[in-house]
């Protein structure tokens, strides 16, 4: 609860991967990526399903990647980014529908070490989506992923396994 409308905090995600075909891109990824899991853009979120039938909804990008990246098979950035051009191929910054939005700002920014990079032509939910699950899999350092190319550029942070914001590029 966010406290000023009783109602779940606003996601900082939500304006870099909504709109159908972002949700179906990050469905597509997620699928390829995590092994026994099948995702499905659903509206306003994702509906995420195991091999033993157990499924589960996420209407967040952060709640999606809590839900399957147990499951990831790339072991590391190099992995992962491999199987993320694949995916990319056809998407790109035109794609970026609020290209003026920044996620929040870390309360405490870590210095953090740049693992991924959204080039130009690169697609940006998907680059958030692999992060996300990068930091969750296997990487609890201080991490960085920036997006330099955009309208309004940003540094996005994550320790311990979590997204915490933005910081300075």
């Given at each position: ?45 994702w509906l995420a ?6 499924a589960g909804v ?112």
């Open positions: 609860m966010c406290g000023a409308c009783g109602g779940p905090p606003a996601d900082w995600a939500g304006p870099l991967v909504s709109g159908h075909r972002r949700r179906w891109a990050i469905a597509r990824f997620t699928a390829a990526v995590c092994t026994g899991v099948r995702v499905s853009p659903v509206p306003q979120g399903s195991g091999s033993t039938g157990g996420a209407p967040t990008l952060d709640r999606l990647l809590d839900l399957v990246a147990r499951f990831l098979v790339p072991a590391g950035w190099d992995e992962l980014e491999a199987a993320l051009r694949d995916h990319e191929h056809g998407a790109g910054h035109e794609d970026d529908a609020y290209s003026g939005y920044r996620p929040t700002p870390a309360p405490c920014p870590p210095a953090a070490v740049t693992v991924m990079s959204v080039p130009p032509g690169g697609a940006l939910h998907l680059r958030l989506a692999a992060f996300g699950l990068g930091v969750r899999a296997f990487d609890r350092r201080a991490v960085a992923l920036d997006a330099p190319g955009r309208a309004a550029p940003f540094r996005l942070l994550a320790a311990d396994g979590r997204i915490v914001g933005t910081g300075p590029m």
